[in-house]
């Protein structure tokens, strides 16, 4: 299981894994946000209206749930079961309360949090990212706040100083057999 705050890099280091260790499968989440430009159905998420959120919920589809900002993101239950039953290894790439979630529900799941090289560095990325408006990634800054203060809680921590250096360390910390 993947966290850290928002803008540190956390879906492009998580591309960059998948092409690297081809047996990891990786969790598509439910969103009730509007996808970016880019973004596709079924790939980046699953994008619902609310009340198809509200009836996963209903029908205990998710692992876990959470609310980031003004929308609903959750891990939907199945497929991660299937993939474990199946000895594949399964990444998880969600916030802090989903985290927390996940860790009560499965207290045998790794946990690794994705840090920033720096405070200034994520304030950049993240008010550079341009896909958010600036209230936004203030309200993202904040809750990244707490998000950091968080990161003891985790089985292990990977600063994300590149890509390549980020994969690598994730690769020997989830024992990924990688294709070359
Ligand atoms: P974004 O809108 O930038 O794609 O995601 C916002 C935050 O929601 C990120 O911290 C991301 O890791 C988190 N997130 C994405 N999918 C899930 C999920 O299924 N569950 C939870 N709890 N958080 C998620």
Redesign the pocket.
Same mark, same amino acid.
């Given at each position: 299981m993947l966290?850290?705050? &928002?803008?540190v890099g956390? /879906?492009t280091v998580v591309a960059a894994l998948a092409q690297r260790a081809s047996t990891l499968w990786v &969790?598509v &989440?439910?969103?009730t %946000?509007l996808p %970016?430009p880019g973004e596709i159905e079924g790939v &980046?998420?699953h994008f619902v209206d609310d009340a198809t959120f509200d009836a996963m919920i209903a029908a205990g589809e998710f692992l876990?749930?959470?609310t980031? /900002?003004a929308?609903r993101? /959750?891990?939907p239950r199945r497929p991660v079961e299937e993939k474990l039953a199946a000895g594949t290894p399964a990444l998880?790439?969600?916030?802090?309360? /989903?985290?927390r979630?996940v860790r009560a529900a499965m207290p045998d799941a790794f946990t690794v949090f994705l840090a920033p090289p720096t405070w200034d560095e994520l304030v950049r990325r993240l008010t550079h990212r341009g896909t958010e408006d600036p209230l936004v990634a203030r309200s %993202?800054l904040d809750r990244a706040r707490i998000?950091l203060a968080a990161e003891d809680e985790f089985d292990a921590v990977v600063i994300n100083e590149s890509v390549e250096q980020a994969c690598d360390e994730l690769i020997t910390l989830l024992r990924l057999p990688v294709s070359r």
């Amino acid at each position: 299981m993947l966290s850290g705050p &928002s803008g540190v890099g956390k /879906g492009t280091v998580v591309a960059a894994l998948a092409q690297r260790a081809s047996t990891l499968w990786v &969790s598509v &989440s439910v969103t009730t %946000r509007l996808p %970016r430009p880019g973004e596709i159905e079924g790939v &980046s998420y699953h994008f619902v209206d609310d009340a198809t959120f509200d009836a996963m919920i209903a029908a205990g589809e998710f692992l876990e749930h959470a609310t980031y /900002g003004a929308y609903r993101y /959750g891990t939907p239950r199945r497929p991660v079961e299937e993939k474990l039953a199946a000895g594949t290894p399964a990444l998880l790439e969600i916030d802090l309360q /989903g985290a927390r979630q996940v860790r009560a529900a499965m207290p045998d799941a790794f946990t690794v949090f994705l840090a920033p090289p720096t405070w200034d560095e994520l304030v950049r990325r993240l008010t550079h990212r341009g896909t958010e408006d600036p209230l936004v990634a203030r309200s %993202r800054l904040d809750r990244a706040r707490i998000e950091l203060a968080a990161e003891d809680e985790f089985d292990a921590v990977v600063i994300n100083e590149s890509v390549e250096q980020a994969c690598d360390e994730l690769i020997t910390l989830l024992r990924l057999p990688v294709s070359r």
